[in-house]
């Protein structure tokens, strides 16, 4: 599977962002999707994550509140909507396709990885 995704870059503290994650080569529709993130000199961390068919989400409680994921499977691609953004919302975006139909919460190599998008957030 490949996984693309885009949107990111820089906006000022308090904006809005919406990430996309386009994926191709797997029936996206059949698994679990995840967005993690990456500061410099920080270990990769779990953004938020939602189910195959889109009934069940989780987020980190730092983004609780102000981030939306979703995804739309006649598309094959998710989203994340990120909103009240923070300068420590500041990294590298990551989207990942599990092998089942829930997410990961956790980095691993059995998920398939997209390249990441960057979003700098300036206070």
């Known amino acids: 599977v490949q996984l693309q995704a885009s949107g990111g870059g820089l906006v000022q503290a308090g904006g809005s962002l919406r990430l996309s994650c386009a994926a191709s080569?797997?029936?996206?529709?059949?698994?679990?999707m995840s967005w993690f993130r990456q500061a410099p000199g920080k270990e990769r961390e779990f953004v938020a994550g939602?189910?195959?068919?889109?009934?069940?989400?989780n987020y980190a409680d730092s983004v609780k509140g102000r981030f939306t994921i979703s995804r739309d499977n006649t598309k094959n691609t998710g989203y994340l909507q990120m909103n009240s953004l923070k300068s420590e919302d500041t990294a590298v975006y990551y989207c990942?396709?599990?092998?089942?139909?829930?997410?990961?919460?956790?980095?691993?190599?059995?998920?398939?990885w997209g390249q990441g998008t960057q979003v700098t957030v300036s206070s």
């Open positions: 990942a396709l599990a092998f089942g139909i829930y997410w990961y919460e956790k980095s691993t190599s059995d998920a398939s």
């Open positions: 080569g797997r029936t996206f529709s059949s698994y679990g």
């Open positions: 939602i189910s195959s068919n889109g009934g069940r989400t």
